[in-house]
Every structure is written in C-alpha cells, then in structure tokens.
C-alpha cells in the first residue's frame, strides 16, 4: 500500500474525528429545543440533498451492487444509533457511551470469523488501552464502575456491535464501490428510515426551527456530508481496526470542545483517558512483534 495514501487516509479519519467531537457540544444544544428523531430525521435528509447535488463528484453511474451495499451500511447505522438511542432509556449515559466506545475492540474480533484476519497482538493491545482511556473519560472511575448489568447496557452493547460491522464492511465495500455514491445511498438509507419514524410519531417533517437552524446546517455539514465522504474513500487505505482506535480521539475532541466552548470542567481522569487514547494509537501503529526467525 502506498505510505503517502495510507498518511492522507489517517489524517482524514482524524478530521471524522473532530468534526464529530466538535459538534457533540452543538447536537446537545440543539436537542434542548426538538425532538432526537425529528433532529436526526432533519440532519441525514438535508445532508442527503447537500450530497446529491454535488453530483458531479462522481462521473460513475449508480450500480445495483453500490445501491445494495450503500443500503446495508445505511441499514447498520440506522440500527446503531437506534439502540444507543434505547440503551439511554434504560441505562446512564456514561455506560452508554462507554459501551458504544467499545466497537473498537469489536472491529478486530469480528474481523477474525467474518473475514478471516488474523488477530494482530498491536491491535489488541491498542483497543484495549483505547478501552481504558475512553472507560476513564465516561467518568465511570469516579463514580465506582458498572453496577449490575441492565437491559439498557446490553442494548449499548448491540449498538457499539452494530458500528463495528459498518466500520468493517465499509473497509469491504470502499474498495469495490464508488465513494460518492457510496455515501449518497447510506444517507438517503438513514434519512428516510429516520424521515418515516418522525412522521409515524406525529413530527412535522419539514418544520422550520430557527432555534436549530445553525446547528442542523452545521451538524448536516460537517458531522454527515463530510464525515461519510471521507470515510468512504479513505477506508481503501485504512484498515477496519485502525479506523475504529482513530474514532476513538472522538471523547477527546468532544471534551476539549466542551471545555473551550461550553465551560465544562475537564479533570485529571479525562486528561489520563485522553493520554490512554492516544497510547493505544501510537502502540497500534508502531509496535511491530518480532517475528520468530529475527529472534
């Protein structure tokens, strides 16, 4: 693989990243003044249409297989953020968001019977120091851990399942389907789903809230149009698990948003998760176990 591709496909992942980390602080806000389906209904169908009249971003045709697969992937987020959605029902949001981080460790795991790839000892180690960074940034140190399991907990577990898989079959399909397109179906999939589950529950559709306006505008932009863009075209270059540790600088980024721009105090474990984090990356990266005849 090309070291320069392989370079801009880690920065563009970073950039998923922060614009998701950056926006956390914005989506927040905005959910203060409409509903979650309703805001989600509104930001995957605008970011829809903003991608689909960039049509001249891909001179390919739309092909069954792009539809199918753009269907799928659209399919898994949809039932991704659906369960998160429940899990916050049922269990606190600092186990849910622990427990979604944890498709990090999924990635590599169900990578082994779905694709069959080695476990690589770099990966594991790095998810695993990724856990314990984001485990301390959910603040659950501080308030003793888990307590007993719960339904909401085992719902945020299917959750972080189900990103894991998009992460890896878009890794699969990047590589065979066109990245415009790719992106233009997923969006349609998950605003449309969205867009039906809005009007079933008696949401005005195409309302206008000034209220949301800047953060829809902002969080269909950057948090959707662009994230789903970059992904789609970089996993050609990115392995599934490496995607999954640098989706985990998301905490991080969110964190110093909050802090910069909502006030929100950031203690000495955010700054220890955020290091662990980090560590994890860099271990995943460089680590290279010496093979058997160099020993």
């Known amino acids: 693989m ?28 905005a959910l203060d003044d409409v509903a979650v389906s ?76 779905l694709f069959k790839r080695r476990l690589e000892p770099a990966k594991a180690v790095g998810a695993l120091l990724s856990v314990g960074g984001i485990y301390l940034m959910c603040g659950l140190m501080g308030k003793g ?62 309302s206008w809230n000034p209220k949301i306006a800047g953060a829809l505008i902002l969080c269909s932009f950057f948090a959707t149009v662009l994230p789903f863009l970059i992904q789609t075209i970089v996993q050609k270059w990115v392995s599934p698990s490496d995607t999954a540790l640098i989706f985990c600088l998301e905490p991080v980024f969110a964190a110093l948003f909050a802090w910069g721009l909502a006030g929100e105090a950031m203690g000495r474990m955010e700054f220890w998760g955020a290091g662990l984090i980090l560590t994890g990356m860099v271990v995943s990266e460089t680590w290279k176990p010496r093979k058997k005849s160099d020993q």
């Open 2 to 29: 090309n070291s320069n591709k392989r370079i801009v496909g880690v920065g563009g992942l970073v950039l998923v990243a922060f614009f998701w980390g950056m926006t956390f602080t914005v989506i927040k806000g």
């Open 38 to 113: 309703l805001f989600l209904a509104q930001r995957f169908l605008l970011a829809f249409l903003i991608l689909l009249l960039a049509r001249p971003l891909s001179h390919q045709p739309l092909d069954i297989y792009t539809l199918g697969r753009g269907g799928l992937l659209g399919l898994q987020v949809v039932a991704g953020y659906a369960l998160q959605t429940v899990a916050l029902l049922h269990t606190t949001a600092s186990n849910t968001a622990f427990l979604t981080g944890l498709n990090v460790v999924w990635v590599p795991i169900l990578a082994v019977p």
């Open 145 to 206: 851990g888990f307590g007993p399991v719960n339904r909401g907990d085992t719902y945020a577990l299917a959750c972080a399942v189900f990103f894991a898989l998009h992460i890896l079959y878009t890794g699969r399909y990047a590589a065979r389907c066109d990245s415009y397109w790719l992106a233009v179906v997923q969006l349609g999939t998950i605003g449309g789903i969205f867009g039906v589950t809005a009007l079933v529950k008696g949401y005005p559709l195409f």
